[in-house]
């Protein structure tokens, strides 16, 4: 399920000063660069560090559960002008790099250079951290950043909708990190592959533009994700002459719905001509890896069905046939029913063909919607109890996601089939005013073996890191939330109820009902209401940005929100909840 889309309002909507931060919202806000904070404690957003009012391991500790022997930190937050920070990469011993969408536009974006005032593994790192954080990028003009890392010639790599580019960075006389103002382009067939200019792209027209990758452990390759245009593929199909259907989209010489590999040089120059279709047939990417075996393994997005529990999003091992093609995953003609895979009934598709060796079917099933975004293999330096494990972040939608897990490995980097996920970060919920909703994009291992996450809906970036883990139930004993629903609030919710039942309780169970009580409580309880901070809430950053329902639905059974409707919604439910 690939809800990589997670817009980021700034401030908190309360009251009048909520209508007001609305127009912002509506309107955009700058960015800047900014010189150091002062202490990690003044940078909240949204997390509650003075219900702990704790250092873990540098960095004020929040709230949240993780699992025995550690604790989560803050490093950085809406108080740095993050917005949507996607991923990260270790430049130094003290420089911390991080792709942030800014919020969506063709050519909006950024990459920030994030300054610790310690080296993270110095004996007295436990004592706290102060951060100065630049915008390495101040015009904010790096399209769509997304994947990034750091390799060992020295270059900084970024994964952009159009290819993958690549900058130096360097410092000033007086110790001041620059970034390299013209990007050098390093993969740059995305042209052909995508079919559509940069400045004509948006979420409509391309719906899974946001370019990740991994290098092999030793710099040997590259692999991409190129993610598809659609859903579904549906309005993509061929026909041929016996009426057999076809996705247009995962067909020729460049397809999209693939893992693409490029060979590199020992200079780490791309070798020409080298770019090949790896594995085929593979909605979204973003969770890709490759372990020190040189196993590749893939966290997949599956298709956006209504259905809560289906279908299932995978982890699927790539690799190319016994005479070096690449093999076909599945998408859009079969998805992961558990242990089984299906056809999806939008192609016909028997399901013999979904079972026989035409598709590989998943390596191991994962919740249903929970949208695996990042993937590491962490050393467990620091973090023994991740030893042997795969560390996924689930950014989460509907019933399932927001947390953190890992699964047990082999020597190979093969995730146990039937193994349960641990739980390594969980109850990353918005109830009880203790955090918001969690949402963990990228994952990086730190030199020192902690790791750093990722969270664009709340525009966090958080440390796992040894130490003393929250009590999260004494938490919620003595912190209840006392903000109560009220019947006048219900009343006044009633027509907003009946409209997002029109336009949206096809696909939303939390929207679906006659009655407004029952329908404004399935908000509340699911995270897309959030009360005690209506920026988190995904019901309004969905209505602000995004055509609901998408385009990929049938206008005439699903007539998406006029803009009217857009206003009302976002502008009644500031008035009802802001506070």
């Known amino acids: 399920m690939s809800r990589i889309f997670a817009f980021q309002c700034s401030g908190r909507l309360r009251g009048i000063k909520g209508i007001f931060l609305l127009i912002l919202l509506l309107t955009g806000l700058p960015h800047s660069v900014l010189a150091a904070e002062p202490s990690p404690l003044a940078a909240t957003s949204g997390y509650n560090t003075a219900l702990i009012n704790k250092n ?47 919020g969506w536009g063709a050519d909006n974006g950024t990459v920030w250079a994030i300054e610790f005032s310690k080296k993270m593994d110095e004996p007295a790192a436990n004592e706290s951290q102060s951060i100065k954080i630049t915008n390495l990028f101040s015009k904010n003009n790096v399209p769509n950043p997304a994947g990034i890392a750091v390799a060992p010639n020295g270059m900084v790599y970024i994964g952009l909708p159009t290819g993958i580019m690549k900058f130096k960075l360097q410092r000033g006389d007086n110790g001041e990190i620059k970034a390299d103002p013209e990007l050098e382009v390093f993969i740059n067939d995305f042209d052909q592959v995508r079919k559509f200019a940069r400045s004509l792209m948006a979420i409509e027209d391309y719906a899974h533009p946001m370019t ?4 092999s452990p030793d710099y040997r390759f590259i692999y991409v994700n190129v993610g598809s245009q659609t859903d579904s593929c549906v309005k993509h199909k061929s026909v041929d002459q016996d009426g057999k259907e076809s996705c247009d989209e995962n067909s020729g010489e460049l397809p999209l719905s693939s893992v693409r590999r490029y060979a590199l040089d020992a200079q780490m120059n791309l070798i020409a001509d080298s770019g090949i279709t790896f594995a085929n047939g593979l909605r979204n990417s973003m969770a890709l890896t490759v372990h020190p075996s040189g196993l590749v393994v893939q966290g997949e997005n599956a298709i956006d069905l209504p259905d809560s529990e289906l279908p299932s999003e995978e ?7 016994p005479d070096n093609k690449a093999q076909h995953y599945g998408w859009p003609y079969c998805y992961n029913d558990g242990d089984k895979a299906v056809p999806f009934a939008e192609f016909k598709t028997g399901k013999a063909e979904c079972e026989n060796a035409a598709f590989i079917p998943a390596y191991r099933a994962l919740p249903a919607h929970s949208a695996p975004l990042g993937m590491i293999y962490p050393s467990s330096k620091k973090l023994p109890m991740l030893a042997n494990t795969l560390l996924i972040g689930l950014h989460g939608y509907a019933a399932y996601g927001h947390k953190i897990v890992a699964l047990p490995v082999d020597a190979s980097g093969k995730p146990d089939k039937t193994a349960p996920p641990v739980e390594v970060i969980s109850n990353w919920s918005s109830a009880n005013n203790l955090n918001p909703l969690g949402a963990p994009t990228g994952l990086l291992e730190w030199s020192d073996g902690s790791i750093i996450i990722m969270d664009d809906k709340n525009g966090a970036i958080l440390r796992l890191s040894l130490g003393e883990r929250v009590n999260k139930i004494d938490l919620i004993a003595a912190n209840a939330d006392t903000f109560k629903v009220s019947e006048a609030m219900v009343q006044k919710f009633a027509p907003i109820s009946r409209l997002l039942k029109t336009k949206c309780g096809a696909c939303h169970a939390e929207m679906a009902d006659d009655q407004p009580q029952v329908n404004l409580k399935a908000l509340i309880d699911s995270g897309k209401l959030n009360l005690s901070g209506l920026e988190e809430s995904s019901l309004l950053t969905k209505v602000r940005y995004r055509q609901m329902p998408p385009k990929t639905s049938d206008p005439k059974q699903f007539p998406p929100l006029t803009a009217e409707e857009r206003k009302l919604v976002l502008t009644e439910i500031v008035k009802l909840f802001g506070r």
């Open 315 to 321: 982890i699927n091992i790539l690799q190319l046939s």
């Open 56 to 102: 873990c391991d540098g960095f004020a500790q929040i709230p949240i559960t993780s699992i025995q022997g550690t604790c989560v930190g803050l490093v950085a937050a809406k108080s740095h002008h993050l917005k949507q920070p996607r991923y990260a990469a270790q430049f130094d011993g003290k420089t911390l790099l991080v792709t942030d969408m800014l």
């Open 212 to 215: 990740s990758f991994s290098f």
